[in-house]
Structure formats: C-alpha cells, structure tokens
C-alpha cells in the first residue's frame, strides 16, 4: 500500500507496493469522508471480486477518525493507495484519485456502497468485445429511498431510474484526462460529467445488470443531506407563516 499525504506545506508518502502506469485493466477510486464505519464493507466487496486485474486508490477527503486504520487492513488483500487531503469535496477528492489512477479504466466506488462479486467481470467482458467503449455506465441496485434531489430542481425529487450514478461510470483514462475530470460543483457534478461524455462524441455503452449496490440510507450522503436541508426550510418557512 502507498499512503500519500497532499498538503500546501507537507507532503510525506509511504511506499509499499509501487506499481507502473498504466499496469492494471482499472482503478477503483474510493472517495470517504469520517466513514471509517462503512468503508471496511466496501473494501472486502473489492477483495471478494472474481475479477483481479484492477488497484484501488482511496482518497480520504480530511478524515478525522480511524479511516486510515479501516484502509491498513486491507494493504495485503488488495494492489492500494491511500492519499490524503484536507477536506476539498467530492468533485476534487475523485480527481485527484482518477489523475493518480494507473488503469485503462477508471471506476468509482463510494464509501457507503458495495460491489457484487461479479461487477468488475462483468464489465471487463463487456469492454474487451467492444474495445471501441470509451464510457460505460449503468446497472445499479438500490437499497433504502429511491428518489433523490434533481440535479435542475433541489427542491423536487425525481427517481433514481431517470438518473446516472457515479458510481458505475466506467471511464477511459485518456477520456477522463481529455476532459480534465470532473467539474467541482456540490451535487451533480456525475450527470455533468455524463452531458460533457454525450458532447465528445465517443462510443458509450449502458448496461443494465444491477451489481453496483447503491446505499441510499446513509444520512450523511450529498444526497439526503440536500434532502433534510430542504426539510428543514420547510418546517421554518411553515413556521413563519403561523
């Protein structure tokens, strides 16, 4: 495992297994902030896939509790990294993973979520039929609420089936770099990602097998954050209006 520090004054790596460019099929980049309690699940569902070929690189957005410890446990069960940043969000903590990514492909895989054994199998098939594939996506199954926040509409929610998750992007590497990665925005910064694809005009792919496991019950989750904040005005515009 190689543990990387990203800081304005201080950088400090650990170097356990290096590993060359471009020397796996993926890279799984796992974004987590203070879920030491939810990563371990996410982790052992990448030790248990049946495919191999793949690194994983965690990137630990300003973690104050035993994330780092969570990670150590798996530094001999998997081809990781670990690197730290101060709290940037989302948007820059899955950059700075994909930048630093070694694979053919970059994947994302959220600290709350989980991998049926099959997933990455599944897709690689997919990929080396059809090598042309610059940008797969799609096949999720939901646990908990199936209506998020919508993307154009805070306030309104709208099903998880109208929508693209993050989550089961699969990206070329020259693809992601091309388009400098994600743009930072607080929520939706996956669906823009999604419209600059469609804009490059490369070939993508849907899937529809639901092996990425999408926790929806989380409460610390972009998604049901902008949720409670949008209960939360409600009550107090209610209130106001007694």
């Known amino acids: 495992m190689r543990k990387e520090i990203i800081e304005a004054k201080h950088k400090k790596t650990l170097s356990l297994n290096r590993h060359n460019t471009n020397e796996f099929f993926f890279t799984v980049v796992i974004c987590t902030y203070n879920r030491a309690n939810l990563l371990g699940k996410a982790l052992q569902s990448l030790v248990n896939q049946k495919f191999r ?13 035993q994330t780092f410890a969570v990670v150590k446990e798996f530094r001999n069960k998997l081809n990781l990294r670990y690197i730290f940043q101060q709290n940037k969000g989302l948007s820059i903590a899955r950059n700075v993973g994909g930048f630093s990514a070694n694979g053919e492909f970059i994947t994302f895989l959220d600290s709350d979520d989980e991998y049926l054994p099959q997933h990455l199998m599944l897709r690689y098939e997919i990929l080396m039929q059809e090598r042309t594939i610059q940008f797969l996506y799609g096949g999720v199954q939901i646990i908990g609420n199936e209506y998020v ?24 590497k020259d693809l ?17 990602f999604y419209k600059r694809v469609l804009q490059e005009k490369v070939p993508i792919k849907k899937v529809d097998f639901p092996t990425y496991i999408y926790n929806r019950n989380s409460e610390d989750s972009i998604c049901n954050t902008i949720i409670n904040k949008g209960k939360t005005k409600n009550v107090k515009e209610k209130g106001s209006q007694k």
């Open 176 to 192: 992601f770099m091309k388009m400098n990665g994600f743009n930072q925005m607080e929520y939706g910064d996956d669906y823009d």
């Open 53 to 65: 070929d793949f690194e994983v690189i965690v990137v630990d957005d300003g973690s104050t509790d």
């Open 149 to 172: 926040p919508d993307v154009n509409n805070p306030n309104s929610l709208v099903h998880l089936s109208e929508c693209v998750v993050g989550g089961t992007f699969f990206i070329k």
